[in-house]
């Protein structure tokens, strides 16, 4: 099946600054990306849809400049954690749909971000 | 939008007992459900899915039948073993067709 790699896989930071994670689709291209953000035991809540050249779609509540979405290319797409502070301490996860009728979604393997 | 409500939220069995799970979903175009098996830490794992065009599917021990009229589905699991406890979510597609809606997630514990 198809593959996403999501980098890092854990990262801890201080508060106020920058966090970015990867999301590649390694043998697929991408036009559309989700992220999703899951609090321990919680579900998985999207974030927001991110389009290749164009502006991210987010959901409501999801603040636009403190999660910065690039999706430069059809293979990749960051997320960037701006001025993090504790409560963004989360489980971030990246999905994609291969190319194709099946609407099956592909996930990275998340990434654990500790904001002290 | 898409909303997406799962039932119950922990759920323990017996060794070699059935277990069920079962979600109900807001959206009637929504037309693709599948389900997703999560350990700690990890990615979620897709089970087995099902389409709006049928009406139950199986696959060994898991099995997923589907009312739309109803706008409900079921995960099916039977001789449960140890090994399948870990937290199980439904998703359905939501309104634009893109991105899955979850549902908040079933905790099973399957005791020996």
């Known amino acids: 099946g198809a593959v996403v790699s999501q980098h890092p896989s854990r990262v801890i930071c201080k508060s106020g600054t920058s966090v970015k994670i990867e999301c590649r689709s390694l043998d697929f291209q991408a036009t559309t990306m989700f992220w999703y953000r899951q609090f321990p035991k919680q579900s998985l809540m999207l974030m927001a849809t991110?389009?290749?050249?164009?502006?991210?779609?987010?959901e409501q509540g999801v603040e636009k400049d403190k999660f910065l979405i690039n999706h430069a290319s059809l293979t990749l797409s960051t997320l960037t954690v701006t001025s993090a502070h504790p409560e963004d301490s989360s489980f971030y996860i990246c999905?994609?749909?291969?190319?194709?009728?099946?609407?099956?979604?592909?996930f990275g393997q998340g990434t654990r971000l500790t904001v002290v | 939008g898409e909303n997406v409500e799962q039932h119950p939220s922990t759920l323990s069995v017996q060794e070699g007992d059935s277990a069920v799970i079962k979600c109900t979903y807001s959206d009637s175009a929504s037309n693709y459900f599948p389900w997703y098996k999560q350990e700690l830490g990890k990615r979620p794992q897709l089970i087995i899915d099902?389409?709006?065009?049928?009406g139950e599917k199986k696959d060994q021990r898991i099995a997923v039948t589907l009312n739309k009229t109803a706008k409900h589905f079921s995960l099916h699991i039977t001789e449960t073993q140890p090994e399948d406890s870990a937290v199980y979510f439904c998703?359905?597609?939501?309104?634009?067709?893109?991105?899955?809606?979850f549902g908040k997630g079933t905790t099973l514990s399957v005791s020996s």
């Open positions: 999905s994609a749909r291969a190319p194709g009728p099946s609407p099956e979604a592909f």
């Open positions: 991110s389009n290749e050249g164009s502006k991210a779609t987010y």
């Open positions: 998703a359905a597609i939501n309104q634009a067709g893109t991105a899955l809606i």
């Open positions: 099902i389409r709006s065009n049928v």
